[in-house]
Structure formats: C-alpha cells, structure tokens
C-alpha cells in the first residue's frame, strides 16, 4: 500500500524538527533537515513510514555533526546573529546554563541511550523506537528508563561540579 505522505508529514513533522533539533541543536537547520527527510521519502515506500523518517533524519543529523566545516560555520552564524532583547538577562542567563547542562549531560550518554529519549521526546512509539534502534519492541520501556535515569544521573552530577566549582 502506498503511503500517504502529505498526511504523514502534517502529522509528524513537527516530531521530527524536534527531534532534529535536539540533535543539531539549532532550529534553522533542524527544518532544514527536515525537509530533506521528506524530499528523500519521496523516492521511496518503506514498511515503517514514521520509523523510517526517523532514522533517515537521525542519519542526516549524525552526517551533520561529522562536517567539521558545517560546525564552523554555524558557529560563525550564531556569532554573527543579532540577538533579540532578552525580557529578563538572569532568567536568559539562567536558561542558558540549564540548556547547555542538559546538552552536555546528553552528550555523556552513548547513542542507543540518547537516540531512545530523542526519540520518545519527538512523540515516537514504542513500535517506532523499536525500528529505530534495533531493540526489541518489549526492551523499549526498560531502555527508555534506564536512559532517563543515566540521564539525570549525568545532569546532576554536571550540576554538582559546577556547584563545586561556584
């Protein structure tokens, strides 16, 4: 059967810049990925149509983050961006350092546990997830809570260093 890809992309595509987003960490570049998922689905008609975005898009994101070249770019768009007037510059600041704890605390966990909780974040299913990462569909609960658990394990022991330090 052919999949409905119009329908699909109303239905999951805010799912996946989600869950690009968390990958690449900028929003711009997230949709952009996005869509390339979308443009790259056209050619094809997989079993597994949202699992298959997915890992198209967790693949794109990884060929994103191997481009040294593309990182340097970014970073110099980023620098060059005017920034909008914050509201509140401790709430900004606060915010910031949260983010960047959280990213940094993502970052110590090994791919299976991180493509888990991106996955879960973006609105995937069990189903989906299990596609994804290879896991058995009845092994996706006790990953996803493990993977929480060394999550806030890395966040708080992040947290506990810079409260040292400060």
């Known amino acids: 059967m052919a999949t409905d890809w119009a329908e699909l992309y109303r239905k999951t595509y805010g799912d996946l810049v989600r869950f690009l987003h968390r990958k690449v960490w900028d929003a711009d570049r997230a949709r952009d990925l996005a869509q390339e998922v979308f443009v790259r689905a056209l050619d094809h008609d997989p079993e597994r149509p949202r699992a298959w975005l997915f890992t198209v898009a967790a693949n794109l994101a990884r060929d994103e983050a191997r481009g040294a070249g593309r990182r340097k770019r970014h970073l110099e768009l980023i620098k060059n961006e005017p920034r909008p007037a ?6 900004e600041l606060e915010e910031r350092e949260r ?16 493509d888990v909780l991106l996955l879960w974040d973006a609105g995937s299913s069990y189903d989906d997830i299990a596609a994804h990462t290879g896991l058995a569909r009845t092994a996706v609960g006790t990953t996803l809570a493990r993977a929480r658990k060394r999550l806030i394990e890395a ?5 506990g260093s810079n409260a040292a330090l400060g």
């Open 155 to 159: 966040y708080d022991a992040l947290e």
């Open 86 to 91: 914050a509201p509140d510059p401790a709430q």
């Open 99 to 114: 983010m960047a704890a959280v990213r940094a605390a993502l970052a110590k966990l090994g791919d299976r546990d991180r």
